[in-house]
């Protein structure tokens, strides 16, 4: 099955530098890519999504790059502020189009943006 | 729209209890949902596909007899936590789709469980 390999497992920027997040994954028929922000205690919030037949996908201070050859994504956020400090998921799934929406998530990352 | 709803949000319960969680989509039909479990400060690890009118589909490693999960209709999935111990104190999130065009998931609140 799928396994979704996610790095670093924590990340401290100061506020206004960029962040970036890396994933892999396994299956080479996975094609949808979503980041989720999930907040202590809260359910994780979609940010920003990718399917397989693009490459980058950008939402103000958001993007995300998918390499298919490779098979690795990337979450990059520019000018961070103190409330982008999260736990960040990456997932995959072969749901776009697909016969199942089964999600699987990467381990996490803490950001910490520091004033 | 598609809004996921799910409750209790906390539960406490005792040693060898059952407990029963629910999972709503209130504005839309889900024909499958996804039960997750997460334990704290780690990942969302999936336990189960919840199909509408037919058997879970469960994860390696996920015992169907432990955790019970019933799809009756195309807006609710349950899941029941049997004979509860310690060791099942997590926090357990639901999700359903509008269905596999898109490949976006719809995330319930989260229950909280904890077993004394």
């Known amino acids: 099955g799928e396994n979704v390999e996610q790095h670093p497992s924590t990340l401290s920027v100061q506020e206004g530098d960029s962040a970036v997040i890396k994933c892999t994954y396994s299956d080479s028929a996975s094609n949808y890519f979503p980041w989720y922000k999930q907040e202590l205690g809260k359910r994780p919030q979609l940010i920003i999504d990718?399917?397989?037949?693009?490459g980058e996908k950008k939402d103000q201070r958001i993007a995300v790059t998918l390499n298919k050859t490779a098979k690795h994504f990337s979450l990059h956020i520019t000018e961070t502020q103190p409330e982008d400090s999260a736990v960040y998921f990456c997932?995959?799934?072969?749901?776009?189009?697909?016969?199942?929406?089964?999600?699987?998530f990467g381990t996490g990352t803490l950001l910490a943006v520091q004033p | 729209g598609a809004v996921v709803s799910q409750h209790p949000s906390r539960v406490i319960c005792k040693s060898g209890t059952s407990v029963k969680i629910e999972c709503r989509s209130l504005d839309f039909q889900a024909t499958t949902m996804f039960w997750y479990r997460q334990f704290p400060k780690k990942s969302l690890m999936l336990m189960a596909t919840s199909n509408e009118g037919s058997k879970a589909t469960y994860e390696q490693g996920v015992e169907k007899d432990k955790f019970l999960i019933n799809h009756a209709s195309l807006t609710l999935s349950t899941l029941t936590v049997t004979s509860a111990h310690p060791e099942d104190s997590s926090f357990y999130i639901c999700?359903?789709?509008?269905?596999?065009?898109?490949?976006?998931?719809?995330f319930g609140e989260g229950s909280r469980l904890t077993v004394l």
């Open positions: 990718i399917r397989s037949n693009v």
């Open positions: 999700s359903a789709s509008l269905g596999t065009t898109t490949g976006e998931l719809f």
């Open positions: 997932a995959a799934s072969k749901g776009y189009g697909g016969a199942t929406n089964k999600l699987i």
